[in-house]
């Protein structure tokens, strides 16, 4: 029980103190975006009167949900509370609220994202186990080759190579978009499903070939450092059929170091996603955050910020919480005495 | 021995657990050599025996000296230099081809290397000096000091990577590499702290660190001369990760136009080259894109090939199993075991 109330705590925790950390860089530095934003205006509009200057730097401020005139504290309670109950602001660029703006493109990335990241790990503890029994074959240093090959490059490159290749020499795939132009989103209809699957292909495959490799080999590593261990000669000697060996001894714990990495993949997949979405011009959530980022759009970014947080914590959570059934001794936590 | 007979046992001359104050006279000349044959020649022979770390090793020179020497030799690239739109290899003016604006391709892929060196260096040192100490110190106190790091390097984790250096970079729009780096690795540290932990967990537990903790000797001398030497190679392959790292999210943030961008960069060219030039449209530039593209991932090649061979040079398990050897142990011990069951 107390592990799910300090996992919980700490989600709370993370997410209250990524809104600290933005509501701080608006706010707390020097010369900082409300600073950026009142030269903005006076460049722009050099005969404004200061007090003009000050009223439109007011009306920019409030889509950020901060009133400039109130003390500092309370702008912090405000802005947070206003936070909490998902209002993010309003963005500058596309005059909607940025959590409605945001909220329609997060399914998309999330899509991917995760579509993705479970294929690597899938696909890297079967493969990786595979490797471990056959190691030193022609298959094992072929298959750690091509590994070390694809993780070279980051998501976003291979894009660009997969893009001259399937989209513009081939043909084969949309090289834009996350659907085709006047498509109708609508869940339940085949055509769409199928135009939105080709449109995010390339988008995964990027994330999907870059990562794999070094899971695969992770994989592999703690499957031979396993298969050394006394436990599993003695499941051996007991004559324990090789499968239940393969299953129940090796595979399980092989794979219990990759959860960490895990991890942070997910959130580097998220991080990544901004670039990604630049390549292909998919509007999910990392489109919104270079637009943002473009049109010095301040709600935007920050509201991305927090969504990609959120999004995250949630991640991990949810990660944290299965984690322990396969774990038994995460729940215990940890007894070590101090030295 | 309690914890304060320790002093009076090595000030009484009799017998000493330090291996430093040997009775043997070492000149100076003497000690430099075993140093560079321990820690110098014979790696340095291991690793050439590995075709991972001899690729990667070579690479990661020929980046060195693009860096530094390639730099003062070959010309600053600026616009109308050699005629526009050269490809490759049609002439010697501009080898590797050049855009709209008459820029050398090779001329800029090469002037971005230093900076991109220091962004690297930078990167990866500040990240993994911070995750060492940080795992050290959680792993090995335990407890409350535990539990805290744990704690905060687990929120630290949580906040997305590139995101929070976007948004960071976005409003102080850093232009020292050396500033780019460390700030690109803003929390990557936590997850490497988290793993050297665990691995400094079970090292704690090694008779010898008991040893020496039974000696009395004090917490800080444990750690860097027990602990943090048999962390080493770990650390090493997780360096050339943390570089690897850093390249892609530096060539991502230039990508974007998040950096400033007096500072050239592979990233910036991709940028250019696909947004501006339109270079995949088929309009026969496309090594526009491919240059710097070659350039990224001969770099991560390099990083990625030293970590998996120092990885190689370091672990014993995977280096005996390689060599056959653990094959034979096993045997053995086998028969250990019928023997010992008879």
């Given amino acids: ?339 | 021995m309690k914890h304060t007979d320790s002093d009076s046992a090595s000030t009484d001359g009799g017998f000493s657990f330090d291996a430093g104050e040997s009775q043997i006279e070492v000149t100076r000349s003497e000690r430099i050599r075993t140093f560079l044959r321990q820690y110098v020649y014979e790696p340095a022979i291991i690793a050439w025996d590995d075709w991972r770390t001899r690729i990667g090793g070579v690479l990661v020179l020929v980046y060195l000296l693009m860096g530094t020497l390639g730099v003062v030799l070959y010309p600053v690239p600026t616009s109308n230099q050699v005629p526009r739109n050269l490809q490759p290899f049609e002439s010697m003016e501009a080898p590797l081809g050049s855009n709209q604006q008459g820029i050398d391709i090779l001329g800029q892929a090469i002037h971005a290397t230093p900076d991109m060196l220091l962004m690297v260096l930078a990167g990866a040192v500040w990240a993994t000096a911070i995750a060492v100490i940080v795992g050290t110190v959680a792993g090995y106190k335990g407890g409350r000091v535990d539990r805290a790091v744990t704690t905060f390097s687990d929120v630290m984790m949580s906040i997305p990577g590139l995101p929070f250096v976007m948004v960071i970079a976005f409003i102080y729009q850093p232009t020292n590499p050396l500033v780019i780096g460390p700030l690109i690795m803003v929390n990557y540290w936590a997850g490497l702290g988290r793993s050297i932990r665990s691995q400094v967990l079970t090292l704690r537990e090694e008779s010898y660190v008991e040893a020496s903790r039974a000696m009395g000797v004090d917490t800080w001398k444990i750690l860097t001369k027990d602990i943090i030497p048999s962390m080493m190679p770990f650390v090493l392959v997780n360096f050339a990760f943390a570089a690897r790292y850093v390249v892609f999210a530096a060539v991502g943030l230039y990508y974007l136009g998040v950096l400033p961008t007096g500072l050239g960069n592979w990233g910036l060219q991709l940028d250019r080259a696909y947004n501006d030039y339109s270079a995949l449209v088929g309009t026969g530039q496309e090594y526009l894109i491919v240059v710097p593209l070659v350039f990224i991932m001969l770099f991560g090649l390099a990083l990625v090939l030293l970590a998996q061979g120092l990885d190689r040079l370091f672990n014993p398990r995977v280096r005996t199993r390689l060599s056959g050897e653990s094959e034979a142990d096993i045997t053995e011990d086998d028969d250990a075991v019928s023997k010992g069951a008879m």
């Fill in chain 1, 1 to 339: 029980m107390r592990f799910y109330v300090e996992r919980t705590l700490r989600a709370i925790f993370t997410v209250w103190m990524a809104m600290t950390i933005t509501f701080g860089l608006i706010r707390l530095i020097p010369s900082g975006p409300i600073e950026q934003m009142r030269v903005q205006i006076v460049r722009t509009n050099p005969q404004l009167t200061p007090a003009q200057v000050q009223s439109r730097l007011q009306d920019r401020a409030e889509r950020l949900n901060l009133n400039l005139d109130a003390p500092i504290h309370e702008q912090y309670i405000d802005y947070m509370l206003g936070l909490v109950q998902g209002d993010f602001g309003m963005s500058f660029q596309e005059s909607e609220p940025v959590a409605q703006v945001l909220g329609e493109a997060l399914p998309w990335t999330m899509f991917y994202v995760t579509t993705a990241t479970v294929m690597v790990f899938a696909v890297a503890v079967v493969w990786g186990a595979v490797l471990a029994y056959k190691e030193g074959s022609l298959f094992d240093s072929a298959s750690s080759s091509v590994s070390i090959l694809a993780s070279t490059i980051p998501s976003y490159v291979l894009a660009f190579i997969l893009l001259l290749v399937f989209s513009y020499k081939l043909g084969w795939l949309p090289a834009r978009g996350k659907t085709s132009p006047l498509m109708q989103a609508d869940i339940a209809s085949m055509t769409f499903l199928v135009d939105a699957f080709k449109h995010s292909i390339l988008l995964i495959a990027s994330v999907f070939l870059t990562q794999v490799g070094l899971q695969v080999l992770a994989m592999r590593g703690n499957s031979i450092q396993i298969l050394g261990e006394d436990y599993v000669r003695v499941a051996r000697l007991r004559g324990l059929a090789d499968r239940r060996i393969a299953t129940r001894y090796v595979a399980r714990n092989a794979i219990l170091p990759l959860y960490t990495g895990f991890l942070t993949l997910i959130g580097f997949n998220l991080g990544a996603s901004i670039v990604l979405e630049q390549v292909f011009r998919y509007q999910g959530i990392g489109w919104y955050m270079f637009l943002g980022l473009e049109n010095r759009d301040y709600p935007l970014v920050m509201g991305t910020f927090l969504v990609y947080t959120l999004a995250l914590v949630i991640a991990v959570f949810v990660a944290d919480l299965t984690y322990s059934r396969v774990d038994p001794r995460v729940k215990q936590g940890d007894k070590s005495e101090a030295y």
